[in-house]
């Protein structure tokens, strides 16, 4: 089995990483200073981006040696007070169970695809937000790409980066957006995506080739006024 340093930091899965943080700064959301629960932090790479927002995190993580790899990363480099960061091992399922409460801020990267009941999970990271709510999937960009509509399929369940449950999905945007909205007041995609591949300008047609890109959701409990964001699924995204 590969380790999570093998997994997590492939030049590819970094520069994705840098792309996203990129773009996660300049939406410029309502987030410093605030509390910030995490979902499938894997190992802490995308954590420290709260942490230099001055807000206190808690990251869950359902696999074992990925929770494992975090705490020593994190550990060996002590850049912030130990109050200001948790890791716990969790799945999604079992959050409360694990002493996870509510915070002002959800934020769930690259998790919803590896589950086998996202809709279910939706509604455990709504019941867990008090505020905003940041959620980045694949989604299909194939000839369903308008209709609210999931594919299932099985996947490996000892990959680290994987679902531990053997099952992964790739919804489409209507379907995720559709949720969203039954669970917040307001919900919003961004005018502007990651400078990165995975992440496509024009949706006015099928894709060719690439059946799947990933899309990034903002959902909130009060309405956010930022020029970046639309209340609604847009075609065409801005550079």
């Known amino acids: 089995m590969p380790t999570p340093d093998a997994v997590f930091h492939t030049l590819r899965y970094v520069r994705s990483n840098e792309r996203r943080l990129e773009h996660l700064a300049r939406l410029g959301l309502p ?3 605030r509390s910030v629960l995490e979902i499938g932090a894997g190992i802490g790479d995308l954590t420290s981006f709260f942490l230099d927002c001055q807000c ?3 990251s869950t993580e359902p696999q074992a040696a990925n929770v494992e790899r975090f705490r020593e990363r994190y550990a060996s480099n002590a850049l912030w007070p130990p109050a200001q960061l948790a890791i716990v091992q969790s799945d999604i399922e079992h959050l409360a169970e694990n002493g996870v409460v509510a915070h ?12 086998g009941d996202p809709e279910a999970a939706l509604r455990v990271l709504a019941g867990l937000c ?8 694949a989604t299909s960009s194939g000839a369903d790409f ?16 994987g679902s531990i449950s053997g099952r992964a999905c790739r ?5 995720i957006f559709t949720r969203l909205k039954a669970l917040f007041k307001h919900t919003y995609m961004p005018l502007i995506q990651p400078q990165f591949d995975r992440f496509r300008r024009d949706w006015s047609e099928p894709a060719i080739g690439r059946q799947q890109h990933r899309a990034i959701f903002i959902a909130s409990r009060s309405p956010i006024d930022n020029p970046y964001l639309v209340e609604r699924i847009p075609d065409l995204h801005l550079d």
């Open 56 to 58: 206190t995190v808690t």
């Open 146 to 161: 308008r209709e609210d509509a999931i594919t299932f399929a099985d996947i490996d369940p000892n990959d680290p980066a």
């Open 130 to 137: 008090d505020d905003v709510l940041i959620l980045e999937a």
């Open 31 to 33: 987030v410093r200073s």
């Open 104 to 115: 002002d801020i959800v934020f769930c990267y690259s998790v919803l695809n590896q589950l």
């Open 171 to 175: 919804p489409t945007r209507p379907w």
